[in-house]
T-cell receptor, first 118, second 113 residues
Framework: KAGVTQTPRYLIKTRGQQVTLSCSPI?????VSWYQQTPGQGLQFLFE???????NKGNFPGRFSGRQFSNSRSEMNVSTLELGDSALYLC?????????????????FGPGTRLTVL | AQSVTQLDSHVSVSEGTPVLLRCNYSSSYSPSLFWYVQHPNKGLQLLLKYTSAATLVKGINGFEAEFKKSETSFHLTKPSAHMSDAAEYFC???????????FGQGTRLTINP
């Protein structure tokens, strides 16, 4: 079974531009979560999508948005990029049963997209 | 709110010696706790998870962790370190009823030959 894939792996943008990152979950997984990793703030939760609906949202400004398609693929968008948005953006997918603590709640992470804002 | 504190930002051990990475958690509920590992330029890989079934949890690559409610701790151990264990390790708690993971700041593990 293929793992979580993220494209592109690397991006360089300039301040003020916008960027779209893509995540393809493991086949059969319907939940996709996004995380931002920076040296200063560590790993922080951005949002989670399930069946094309945002279920949870972290504490990030409205410039950060996302969506999920009917095939469970997800995109996140960052508008009006700032230098501080430079980070590794990680996507994770999991099986649909979120209310159980069984094996289906494990989140599988992709390799990430490294975004550099100049 | 859930939170985790990793007590050491960097741990250095010699190959073949035991590894101990410390983690304390704060949770109003019975927590779901995890340890993830991140090798350089790689994504995160789940080492093990605690979900109230057993207090001693065994994971991959010889790692294990013990949940101690009285001490609010979930320390990660391995009897004998291997060079391939060098990586960043994250203690993580999951928000109840949600897929939101709250990460500790990470512990960088260095293995000396």
């Amino acid at each position: 079974k293929a793992g979580v894939t993220q494209t592109p792996r690397y991006l360089i943008k300039t301040r003020g531009q916008q960027v779209t990152l893509s995540c393809s979950p493991i086949s059969g997984h319907r939940s996709v979560s996004w995380y931002q990793q920076t040296p200063g703030q560590g790993l922080q939760f951005l949002f989670e999508y399930f069946s094309e609906t945002q279920r949870n949202k972290g504490n990030f400004p409205g410039r950060f948005s996302g969506r999920q398609f009917s095939n469970s693929r997800s995109e996140m968008n960052v508008s009006t990029l700032e230098l501080g948005d430079s980070a590794l953006y990680l996507c994770a997918s999991s099986f649909p049963d979120q209310f159980s603590d069984g094996p289906y709640n494990e989140q599988f992470f992709g390799p990430g997209t490294r975004l550099t804002v100049l | 709110a859930q939170s985790v504190t990793q007590l050491d930002s960097h741990v250095s051990v010699s190959e073949g010696t035991p590894v101990l990475l410390r983690c304390n958690y704060s949770s109003s509920y019975s927590p779901s706790l995890f340890w993830y590992v991140q090798h350089p330029n790689k994504g995160l890989q789940l080492l093990l998870k605690y979900t109230s079934a057993a207090t001693l949890v065994k994971g991959i690559n010889g790692f294990e962790a013990e949940f101690k409610k009285s001490e609010t701790s979930f320390h990660l151990t391995k009897p004998s370190a291997h060079m391939s264990d060098a990586a960043e390790y994250f203690c993580v708690v999951r928000e109840p009823g949600a897929q939101k993971l709250v990460f500790g700041q990470g512990t960088r593990l260095t293995i000396n030959p």
